[in-house]
């Protein structure tokens, strides 16, 4: 079990350009989470993924951001156009949902858009 | 929809000193909650857990009870250290089948010699 990781940890990018970050859950986790943490406030819930299946988005998620998780294992969340509201953290989870709700949570990559 | 409210921060405690911190929600349903703490440079950790009603949560000297009455949530320790310097965030699962978390903003403790 060697955790959530998540890279890149920290990516500065122009506004307008795009930008993917990727996540890698627990291996045998069948459920995989978004989340954008901005400075002050706690984590905000983006999009749920059991298996490959996407089962559920925010009104958070606008259209300029579109998440995968193809065969059920790594995920990747891509912000297009990106602005500079965007700046933020952006956590991935995961967890197995027959061991209850708890998530584990990777280190985040840190998204700067100047 | 779901919330959590957490106690206003920063919070400064010296050491050995008696901590609480509140936390109340807002569910339909009866969620399962969590005390999740982001140490300094790294990412959230499970703190400690309730599943159901007047189940008790504990880890690291931590405790926080299930109170559907009051619908709180409120962490304590009885002595804290240096090393408990940290933000805590308190969170609720949704009762659906999505288990996903509404967190509350964080409290950010800071304990001094």
């Known amino acids: 079990d060697t955790g959530v990781s998540q890279d890149p940890r920290h990516k500065i990018t122009k506004r307008g350009q795009n930008v993917t970050f990727r996540c890698d859950p627990i291996s045998e986790h069948n459920r995989l989470y978004w989340y954008r943490q901005t400075l002050g406030q706690g984590p905000e819930f983006l999009t749920y993924f059991q298996n490959e299946a996407q089962l559920e988005k925010s009104r958070l998620l606008s259209d300029r951001f579109s998440a995968e998780r193809p065969k059920g294992s790594f995920s990747t969340l891509e912000i297009q156009r990106t602005e500079q509201g965007d700046s933020a953290m952006y956590l991935c989870?995961?967890?197995?949902?027959?061991?209850?709700?708890?998530?584990?949570f990777g280190q985040g990559t840190r998204l700067t858009v100047v | 929809g779901n919330s959590v409210t957490q106690m206003e921060g920063p919070v400064t405690l010296s050491e050995e000193a008696f901590l609480t911190i509140n936390c109340t929600y807002t569910?339909?349903?009866?969620?399962?909650l969590f005390w999740y703490v982001q140490y300094p440079g790294e990412g959230l950790q499970l703190l400690l857990k309730?599943?159901?009603?007047?189940d008790k949560g504990s880890n690291k000297g931590f405790e926080a009870t299930y109170r559907k009455e009051t619908t709180s949530f409120h962490l304590e320790k009885g002595s804290v250290q240096v090393s408990d310097s940290a933000v805590y965030f308190c969170?609720?699962?949704?009762?659906?089948?999505?288990?996903?978390?509404?967190f509350g903003k964080g409290i950010t403790l800071s304990v001094r010699p």
């Open positions: 569910a339909t349903g009866y969620p399962s």
């Open positions: 309730a599943t159901k009603a007047d």
């Open positions: 989870a995961s967890s197995l949902g027959s061991r209850g709700p708890e998530a584990f």
């Open positions: 969170a609720l699962s949704d009762t659906g089948a999505n288990s996903k978390l509404t």
